[in-house]
């Protein structure tokens, strides 16, 4: 069983940046791979990106691309998403999630554990 507990959302005016924090209670952080989701009011939850459990390699949705980096800290236990050049398109409520897997997840129906999410908001 994995506890994860996100934080670090806010109001923030588009063009600025917020970093999102995601904390795991587990002793085997190192096993699970980590992401990202969002979901808008009125919209289905969305892929944002994924991190693979020793976090050599990322993969994002195009949407978030070139704006948005996840990176984990395999000895606090805690994964990151650094969002820049935010825009009001997104605004919404971002989940981590977890599943024990070697691979690149990019699915919700692949995650098993989930965070209660964290509201972020970006003013136009």
């Known amino acids: 069983q994995v506890q994860l507990v996100e934080s670090g959302g806010g109001l923030v005016q588009a063009g600025g940046s917020l970093r999102l924090s995601c904390a795991a209670s587990?002793?085997?952080?190192?096993?699970?791979?980590m992401a990202w989701f969002r979901q808008a009011p009125g919209k289905e939850r969305e892929f944002v990106g994924t991190?693979?459990?020793?976090?050599?390699?990322?993969t994002y949705a195009e949407s978030v691309k070139g704006r948005f980096t996840i990176a984990r800290d395999n000895v606090q236990n805690t994964m990151y998403l650094q969002m820049d050049t935010l825009k009001p398109e997104d605004t919404a409520l971002y989940y981590c999630?977890?599943?024990?897997?070697?691979?690149?997840?990019?699915?919700?129906?692949?995650?098993?554990?989930w965070g209660q999410g964290t509201q972020v908001t970006v003013s136009s």
């Open positions: 999630a977890a599943e024990n897997s070697l691979g690149t997840l990019t699915r919700e129906s692949e995650y098993t554990y």
């Open positions: 991190i693979i459990r020793l976090g050599g390699k990322t």
């Open positions: 587990t002793r085997t952080f190192t096993t699970y791979t």
